[in-house]
């Protein structure tokens, strides 16, 4: 599992930050870096800082087979919150695409999210309820951002379900949020000041 390395995940946010010159663009892609980073470490609730995140945000995911909207904040730190004690906020990107506008994020990526075999197993997978793995799709995301360059929402959804993978996870390969954490704070940035 050695391609899997958690301080690479925003590797493509790092590769277009260093071409954008927009000073808007730059700033929506360091917000975007900085909240990933801080999901995958466990320190969701740092997100929803008022420079961060709107008051009322909204995310839609289609994925694995569920159309769910999470309605406001407590909707949504109520996923960050179970992920983290799960586990699932570890994942990875693979082959991802950006591209940033004055109110948007758009990715394109393989992404692969750590999950506990129990959770599967309850989601009706034929897999080790006491194992990890990690279950790969091929997400599009987008997310909108206001005009003081804060995140709206996530409109997250799988587009080729023939290509979900379900990956075991060696005892060893599996990262605890703790460990992510360590891993990933120098990663994680002070927002720039705002340039509008």
């Known amino acids: 599992m050695s391609r ?15 071409t954008t010159e927009n000073p808007r663009h ?67 990107t693979e082959d991802e695409k950006l591209a940033v506008g004055d109110n948007m994020i758009c990715s394109t990526a393989t992404i692969y999210q750590q999950t506990p075999g129990a959770l599967l197993v309850e989601a009706g997978a034929p897999v080790d309820p006491d194992a990890h793995y990690l279950v790969a799709n091929v997400e599009h995301m987008i997310w909108p951002y206001d005009d003081e360059g804060r995140l709206v929402g996530e409109d997250v959804w799988e587009i080729d ?19 992510t954490g360590v891993l990933l704070d120098p990663l994680i940035l002070p927002l720039p000041q705002r340039p509008f």
Not at 5 to 11: E, G, S
Not at 162 to 172: A, C, G, M, N, T
Request: proline share 4%.
């Open 4 to 18: 899997f390395d958690i301080t690479r995940t925003n590797a493509a946010v790092e590769r277009l930050l260093e």
């Open 26 to 92: 730059r700033y929506l892609l360091h917000a975007y870096n900085r909240h990933r980073y801080l999901e995958m470490a466990g320190r969701w609730k740092e997100i929803f800082a008022p420079e961060m995140t709107v008051d009322h945000p909204v995310y839609h995911f289609n994925v694995f087979g569920i159309n769910t909207v999470l309605e406001g904040a407590e909707a949504v730190q109520a996923v960050y919150d179970e992920w983290s004690r799960t586990g699932q906020c570890v994942f990875y």
């Open 161 to 179: 379900e023939s290509k979900r993978q379900v990956i075991p996870l060696e005892p060893h390969e599996v990262l605890t949020v703790e460990q």
